[in-house]
Structure formats: C-alpha cells, structure tokens
C-alpha cells in the first residue's frame, strides 16, 4: 500500500467531526430558550433551569481524523494507523485532536455465525481490537461506523434490530466513539431508533462518543441532546468551497 500524498490528505481531512449544538427547545409549541454547559456538571441546564442529559466526554467538540472524504471505501488498517501516527507527530494531538474515526466499509458483507458484525478480512485482517489497541498505545481514541438501518450507505450490515450485540462489540473492541448513519432504514422516527442505540451504548458501562448522523431530517436540535453526544444537521459535506456554497444555498432555501 502506497501513502504517497498521506500528508495532504490528512491534513485535508483533519477537522473538527461535529460540532456540538448545545442550544435547547421546550416541547414543541413553546419557546426555545437558549442553554449552558456547567463544565464541572455531567449535565447541561437550560436558563429555565432544566436539566438535560451532557456527558463529560462531550462537555468540547470533538476533534480528529474521519477516513470517508478522502479514502471512502478505500480504508485499510495501515491507513488508519498511519492517520493515527500523524495526529501525533504533527502536533495535533496536543490541540486535542485524539480521534482516529473509521468510516464506512470497514465491515465484511455479513455477520457471523453469532450475529456479530466483524471487520474486513482484506482490508482489516488485524481486526478492530488490535486498531483500537494502536490507536490508545498513542494516546488517541478509535471511532468506527454503523447505521441506525437495516443496511449502511454503502451496503454493509446495518445495525438496525442489532443494537445491544453490536454495541456490546464495540465495547469489547475497545471503541470510543460511534458515528451512526441513517441510510436504509425502516421508517421508524428517528428519535426512536437512536435512542434504542443510545440505551444499548450505555448498556455497555463503556464510555462511548454517540455522533448521530440523521442529516438533519428532523430537527435534532429540538431533541438530540437527550440522545446524542453531538448530531448532524446537514448531508454529507464536500471539501471543496463551491460544494459548501451550493449547501448553504440549498439549506437557505
């Protein structure tokens, strides 16, 4: 494997993952009112005075690398610890850019035996616990992906129906942060089915970033922060100038 432009690329692709919006609504109907982060508190209140689910691990954007703009389905375990060994040397990780996120792809195209997702043979013979092992030895955090449906966006297992096994895989694989998709669901409200992987996360006694990608379809910020740690608001994002003005445009319409 070549990693010939690995510098660009990582530099390209080094960004902040999500940005956390700590701006509450009441229940809909009335008026929003705008929120605090008590930094000493695992909890975020509200100037009314209500108290709102904020975890420690999510009290600051996070930061790090995420392998889908550049690579896609292209990731392979020397990718990820090559992003990893660059969060460190670069400096990075002193700004507190600590997570090294895999994205799509990284799973085979079925379950085992079990009901288990497990990693590539190809491209992850190593397995996601010897990554995640990598990963920690330089003081870093291991994010992976799946998707609130029956498949993910590019095909693979989804973990719709599969909550509780799959989180508790990705506990026992020593991940720290979970990107959850949204493609190839089953109609359920949204609010639902993340809350169902939220439960089977904390379920785990692990502490585990939950970054719901739902695209924004509904609103999450008048409810995400009772289930999430951060959440989208937007379609996937190009890293290109003219793709994010046409974005803006599209949302402001």
Not at 123 to 132: E, L, R, Y
Not at 207 to 236: H, K, N
């Amino acid at each position: 494997m070549s990693y010939r432009g690995m510098e660009f690329s990582f530099l390209s692709v080094c960004f902040c993952l999500a940005i956390i919006f700590h701006q509450s609504s009441a229940v809909s109907g009335e008026t929003s009112v705008p929120t605090i982060l008590n930094l000493g508190r695992k909890e975020k209140i509200d100037l009314s005075g209500t108290v709102h689910r904020a975890r420690k691990i999510a009290q600051t954007p996070q930061l790090g690398w995420n392998s889908w703009n550049h690579f896609q389905c292209r990731i392979t375990e020397g990718i990820v610890k090559t992003a990893a060994d660059k969060l460190v040397s670069s400096g990075l990780v002193a700004l507190g850019y600590v997570y090294v996120n895999i994205d799509d792809c990284w799973q085979a195209d079925s379950r085992d035996s079990e009901g288990r997702l497990v990693p590539s043979p190809v491209w992850f013979p190593s397995g996601i616990k010897a990554i995640a092992d990598y990963v920690h030895s330089k003081g870093l955090k291991l994010g992976i992906y799946s998707d609130a449906g029956t498949r993910t966006c590019e095909g693979k297992p989804g973990s719709l129906g599969h909550e509780a096994i799959d989180a508790h895989t990705f506990a026992e694989w020593g991940v720290d942060y979970l990107k959850y998709d949204n493609c190839y669901n089953d109609g359920t409200p949204n609010k639902l089915r993340y809350t169902v992987m939220r439960n089977a996360l904390e379920a785990t006694g692990r502490d585990i970033f939950f970054s719901m990608c739902e695209w924004g379809q509904d609103d999450p910020a008048l409810w995400a922060y009772d289930v999430a740690d951060s959440w989208r608001t937007t379609v996937d994002i190009g890293d290109t100038w003219r793709g994010e003005r046409k974005r803006e445009a599209e949302q402001e319409d």
